[in-house]
Nanobody, 121 residues
Framework: VQLQAFGGGLVQAGDSLRLSCAAS????????MGWFRQAPGKEREFVTA????????YYAASVRGRFTISRDNAKNTVYLQMNSLKPEDTAVYYC???????????????WGQGTQVTVSS
Protein backbone atom coordinates (compact mmCIF):
# COMPACT_ATOMS: atom_id res chain seq x y z
CA VAL A 1 0.00 0.00 0.00
CA GLN A 2 1.26 3.45 -0.90
CA LEU A 3 -0.10 6.64 0.61
CA GLN A 4 0.40 10.06 -0.90
CA ALA A 5 -0.61 13.21 0.94
CA PHE A 6 -1.44 16.57 -0.58
CA GLY A 7 -2.60 19.98 0.49
CA GLY A 8 -0.11 21.40 2.95
CA GLY A 9 0.88 25.03 2.88
CA LEU A 10 1.40 28.30 4.69
CA VAL A 11 -1.68 29.95 6.19
CA GLN A 12 -2.50 32.51 8.84
CA ALA A 13 -4.02 31.80 12.21
CA GLY A 14 -7.76 31.31 11.89
CA ASP A 15 -7.57 30.11 8.30
CA SER A 16 -8.61 26.72 6.97
CA LEU A 17 -6.74 24.08 5.03
CA ARG A 18 -7.72 20.72 3.58
CA LEU A 19 -5.36 17.80 3.33
CA SER A 20 -5.92 14.78 1.11
CA CYS A 21 -4.33 11.35 1.17
CA ALA A 22 -4.72 8.92 -1.70
CA ALA A 23 -4.05 5.22 -1.20
CA SER A 24 -2.92 2.88 -3.95
CA UNK A 25 -1.81 -0.71 -4.20
CA UNK A 26 -3.43 -3.36 -2.01
CA UNK A 27 -6.08 -0.96 -0.76
CA UNK A 28 -8.50 -3.77 0.03
CA UNK A 29 -6.34 -4.53 3.05
CA UNK A 30 -6.95 -1.10 4.56
CA UNK A 31 -9.58 -0.76 7.25
CA UNK A 32 -8.58 2.30 9.24
CA MET A 33 -7.03 5.51 8.00
CA GLY A 34 -5.86 8.55 9.86
CA TRP A 35 -3.48 11.44 10.34
CA PHE A 36 -0.52 12.07 12.60
CA ARG A 37 1.66 15.15 12.89
CA GLN A 38 5.14 16.03 14.04
CA ALA A 39 6.15 19.50 15.11
CA PRO A 40 9.80 20.60 15.16
CA GLY A 41 11.60 19.11 18.12
CA LYS A 42 8.62 17.02 19.16
CA GLU A 43 7.56 13.43 18.76
CA ARG A 44 5.01 12.39 16.20
CA GLU A 45 1.51 12.55 17.65
CA PHE A 46 -1.86 11.13 16.72
CA VAL A 47 -4.39 13.58 15.25
CA THR A 48 -7.43 11.64 14.05
CA ALA A 49 -8.60 8.31 12.63
CA UNK A 50 -11.60 6.92 10.80
CA UNK A 51 -12.76 3.37 10.15
CA UNK A 52 -13.81 1.87 6.83
CA UNK A 53 -17.49 2.75 7.05
CA UNK A 54 -16.85 6.18 8.49
CA UNK A 55 -19.06 5.63 11.50
CA UNK A 56 -16.22 5.45 13.98
CA UNK A 57 -14.03 8.54 14.26
CA TYR A 58 -11.58 9.58 16.94
CA TYR A 59 -9.88 12.94 17.43
CA ALA A 60 -7.06 14.08 19.63
CA ALA A 61 -8.30 16.57 22.20
CA SER A 62 -6.13 19.30 20.72
CA VAL A 63 -7.99 19.27 17.39
CA ARG A 64 -11.49 18.15 18.37
CA GLY A 65 -14.09 20.63 17.17
CA ARG A 66 -11.72 22.22 14.65
CA PHE A 67 -10.59 19.33 12.46
CA THR A 68 -12.83 16.94 10.52
CA ILE A 69 -11.74 13.67 8.95
CA SER A 70 -13.66 12.00 6.16
CA ARG A 71 -13.05 9.35 3.54
CA ASP A 72 -14.17 8.43 0.05
CA ASN A 73 -13.74 4.70 -0.34
CA ALA A 74 -14.50 4.81 -4.05
CA LYS A 75 -11.43 7.03 -4.46
CA ASN A 76 -9.39 5.35 -1.71
CA THR A 77 -8.88 8.81 -0.29
CA VAL A 78 -9.06 10.28 3.20
CA TYR A 79 -9.41 13.99 3.87
CA LEU A 80 -8.57 16.25 6.78
CA GLN A 81 -10.44 19.53 6.93
CA MET A 82 -8.64 21.85 9.31
CA ASN A 83 -10.47 24.97 10.48
CA SER A 84 -9.54 27.71 12.93
CA LEU A 85 -5.89 26.85 12.56
CA LYS A 86 -3.50 27.90 15.29
CA PRO A 87 0.27 28.41 15.21
CA GLU A 88 0.60 25.32 17.41
CA ASP A 89 -0.89 23.28 14.57
CA THR A 90 2.31 23.88 12.62
CA ALA A 91 3.80 20.49 11.84
CA VAL A 92 4.49 17.93 9.18
CA TYR A 93 1.27 15.98 8.74
CA TYR A 94 1.46 12.29 7.90
CA CYS A 95 -1.25 10.10 6.46
CA UNK A 96 -1.48 6.60 7.93
CA UNK A 97 -3.43 3.42 7.32
CA UNK A 98 -3.83 0.06 8.98
CA UNK A 99 -5.50 -3.29 8.60
CA UNK A 100 -7.52 -2.59 11.71
CA UNK A 101 -9.03 0.52 13.27
CA UNK A 102 -7.25 -0.02 16.52
CA UNK A 103 -3.88 -0.13 14.86
CA UNK A 104 -4.36 3.08 12.90
CA UNK A 105 -4.66 4.94 16.20
CA UNK A 106 -1.51 3.48 17.69
CA UNK A 107 0.78 1.63 15.28
CA UNK A 108 -0.25 2.07 11.65
CA UNK A 109 0.85 -0.47 9.09
CA UNK A 110 1.43 2.08 6.36
CA TRP A 111 2.71 5.64 6.27
CA GLY A 112 2.62 8.33 3.63
CA GLN A 113 5.18 11.01 3.08
CA GLY A 114 4.57 14.12 5.15
CA THR A 115 3.10 17.39 4.03
CA GLN A 116 4.11 20.61 5.77
CA VAL A 117 1.48 22.79 7.38
CA THR A 118 2.68 26.14 8.69
CA VAL A 119 0.36 28.48 10.54
CA SER A 120 1.61 32.00 11.10
CA SER A 121 0.35 34.20 13.91
Amino acid sequence: VQLQAFGGGLVQAGDSLRLSCAASGRTFSIYGMGWFRQAPGKEREFVTAINWSGDSIYYAASVRGRFTISRDNAKNTVYLQMNSLKPEDTAVYYCAAARSYGKVVSTPDYWGQGTQVTVSS
